[in-house]
């Protein structure tokens, strides 16, 4: 980001909802541009007619701060600069790359088609893990009901039979008394953890540790590092497409990544690259990178073609986590029934196994 607009500006402009419009306005908004750009539409003109037609309340004033600094003799990538969580550097750096190249509506184009994709592989992987988070949350929460409502009712019953009760009851009632009486602390500790969560996750050794432990996960570690590696060569390609420095690319990659152990083993290959040292030869000490990505990247090196061969990774890699949630979601179906069976199941059982073994326990 130029440090002379920031200087210029002063504090940057708040933009209400910015998360929404990235994720839903932006794709929509590039797609446009570049239309009308290829139609031979001038740019303040495009923006102009942008600003008319967007129905976000949200995004209209950003549309016109943009035109407005169009107007006044910025180019648009400096425009954009002052919208930073909606405009991030990957797009702005694309539009630059665009606007100094001279293909500004080929460049929006490609932009448009990236967002796309990434909305849609993004979408399938929160798709999958949604329909588990929602079914464990409701497992959990209709045991904590039955252990704290349903539980305490039936402690009452063998309260009367005077005889010593099964292990199995006898250490769901005692848990049940303890979540009963001291449900708050139960509370606090569970806001504590996910306050604590949030705050290690926020420091950079926090943020590092836990993303790579998202790629040391079983099973869902394999398809983090497939969605991580889908999504450098995409955008790595899409920078050399649009004539951004292989330096530059690989610093914005970077920090697009999603995850901060990619990321930051992107960053040390820029060092590496910068000694004369090819990419594919940084990257293949590296564990979490694929040989096939490795030997594709030294194949595009060799013969100049290094955005095709990335092409053609993001497409494979996208296409193996499409497979890969489509099976997860067949596979955990049945897992959580078990879960659920099995918690349900337990303090059914629990609940049910003195009245079978009556005899025993009545005195």
């Not at 798709?127 to 704290?148: H, K, Q």
């Not at 979540?179 to 953890?193: F, K, N, R």
């Not at 951004?244 to 995850?259: F, K, Y």
Request: hydrophobic content about 50%.
């Amino acid at each position: 980001m130029p440090k002379n607009l920031n200087k210029a500006q002063g504090s940057l402009p708040v933009v209400r909802g910015a998360r929404k419009i990235r994720l839903k306005e932006l794709s929509v908004f590039t797609r446009q541009v570049a239309a009308m750009l290829s139609a031979g539409m001038p740019l303040v003109q495009t923006l102009a007619a942008m600003e008319q037609q967007t129905v976000n309340k949200n995004f209209r004033p950003v549309i016109q701060g943009i035109r407005a600094r169009v107007e006044g003799g910025s180019m648009y990538s400096e425009a954009l600069v002052f919208y930073p969580s909606i405009f991030d550097e990957l797009y702005i750096s694309m539009m630059r790359a665009g606007e100094v190249a001279g293909i500004l509506p080929d460049v929006c184009a490609r932009v448009a088609d990236f967002l796309e994709a990434s909305n849609k592989l993004r979408a399938k992987v929160k798709s999958a893990m949604m329909y588990p988070s929602v079914v464990m949350v409701v497992a959990i929460g209709l045991a904590t009901a039955l252990i704290m409502f349903v539980v305490p009712v039936f402690a009452e019953m063998f309260s009367d039979f005077g005889g010593q009760l099964p292990w199995l009851t006898q250490k769901l009632l005692d848990f049940s008394n303890l979540l009963t009486t001291y449900w708050y602390i139960a509370l606090a500790v569970l806001c504590g953890l996910i306050y604590g969560f949030k705050y290690v996750y926020k420091t950079d050794r926090g943020h590092y540790k836990i993303d790579e432990m998202k790629l040391r996960f079983p099973i869902l570690g394999e398809l983090a590092t497939k969605v991580a590696i889908s999504r450098f060569a995409s955008t790595f390609s899409q920078l050399l497409h649009s004539g951004v420095q292989i330096m530059e690319s690989l610093e914005i990659v970077g920090l697009a990544t999603g995850n901060r152990v990619i990321g930051d083993s992107l960053l040390d290959a820029k060092k590496t690259v910068e000694e004369g040292q090819p990419l594919s030869a940084a990257l293949e000490p590296n564990k979490f990178y694929p040989r096939m990505l490795v030997h594709m990247l030294s194949a595009g090196e060799k013969t100049g073609q290094v955005d095709e061969m990335m092409d053609k990774v993001s497409e494979f890699y996208d296409s193996e986590v499409e497979t890969m949630v489509s099976g997860l979601t067949s596979m955990i179906e049945p897992l959580l029934m078990v879960f659920i069976g099995g918690i349900i199941g337990t303090i059914v059982v629990a609940m049910f196994l003195p009245i079978f073994k009556m005899s025993e326990v009545v005195m």
